[in-house]
DNA sequence: TGAATTACGTTATGTTATAACATTGCACAA
DNA sequence: TTGTGCAATGTTATAACATAACGTAATTCA
């Protein structure tokens, strides 16, 4: 395992210390299951992948109970798009966690956690508000692809396009579709 | 079922004939079923409803290849953070549907389907750009409490909050949360 | 009419998640 | 040092969501 996934983890134990939780070592290694494997992976998935990684054997339960657990720490976020779950990309920072968002690729299921702009998710917020909801966590998930996988894509890109409804967009910002 | 689902329904019918597909019958009852209930429902829950309204019984087979046509004619929607679908509610109008936005109460299930304004959506776009992803449908989903639930859950809201973590946020547009 | 296509039925199985209860192991008091 | 209590983990079963594979019926259209 490498250096900095150590210290990562160091500094996750010191964080549940601090909070009186223990990280106990099967929670470590699901931890470090995550953190190791770049792209968001299931519950079952992990089982398979720590059993490779580390030989330990986890029974999904287990898992779960675990995730549960990391997600209440705030060192893994579970994505509800995906059914999968990520290391959180802020373990060393005093972060407040405020509003999390997920940009997942479809095709490779890698995660980049972002930051959007306050006014941005402000004006999300207004708009809920005024629907007459209330945004219950502001944590945001979107489906994307990932630059890598819409390269790789170009070469065999032409799919069966059934409906070519119109895809003209009143916004300013949008970069060009592979495969359409 | 009311007037107005079955104009609904005609219209849809009219929208795949145009379009040289076909809305057979199981398919409009699976989207009665939808139409007529008010919230979002699990292909299984689909098929129990229908079961109970109509009297009519499908697979949940037939239920999930039935609303994978109804999403391919637009006429319902796969909400992916419930594992749940809902009618379109942009039937009768020629609308682009290049965006739909869904806010969903995770207390009664109650699905609202909005339209963010376009610039906050050229915003959002581009800062997944900005991260190296591209938004793969627009369609943006957010886990709400509808205002209905939020009342109800005043009176008996005094949860665990364990970990009072620092929600004090730089958006002004924030609204009073319930039970923090 | 008959071939092709589309829709639907049926069965089996895969995947994700939780319930329920048993067992282990550590911390702390007596 | 031994109980006692609680947190963590193990184990089994099952619920909930989803798709694969293949057969049959209905519809379309040459």
């Given at each position: 395992m490498s250096k900095r996934i150590e210290t990562l983890i160091a500094q996750a134990d010191k964080n549940c210390t601090a909070r009186g939780t223990r990280l106990t070592a099967k929670r470590k290694q699901v931890l470090?299951?995550?953190l190791n494997c770049k792209r968001?992976?299931?519950?079952?998935?992990?089982?398979?992948?720590?059993?490779?990684?580390?030989?330990?054997?986890?029974s999904a339960m287990s898992v779960y109970r675990i995730l549960e657990?990391?997600?209440q720490e705030q060192l893994a976020h579970r994505l509800n798009l995906a059914n999968k779950y990520v290391a959180c990309s802020h373990i060393c920072e005093h972060h407040s966690h405020d509003a999390?968002?997920?940009l997942i690729c479809q095709s490779c299921h890698k995660v980049s956690e972002i930051i959007i702009p306050p006014n941005t998710v402000s004006a999300l917020k207004q708009t809920v508000a005024d629907a007459?909801?209330?945004?219950?966590?502001?944590?945001?998930?979107?489906?994307c692809?990932?630059?890598?996988?819409?390269?790789?894509?170009l070469g065999r890109d032409h799919r069966n396009k059934q409906h070519s409804v119109a895809h003209s967009q009143s916004t300013t910002a949008m970069t060009t579709q592979a495969g359409t």
């Open positions: 470090a299951g995550l968001a992976l299931s519950a079952y998935e992990l089982v398979d992948y720590c059993e490779q990684e580390f030989g330990e054997t986890f657990f990391l997600e999390p968002q997920f007459g909801f209330e945004l219950k966590s502001p944590q945001i998930e979107m489906n692809i990932c630059n890598d996988c819409k390269t790789k894509a």
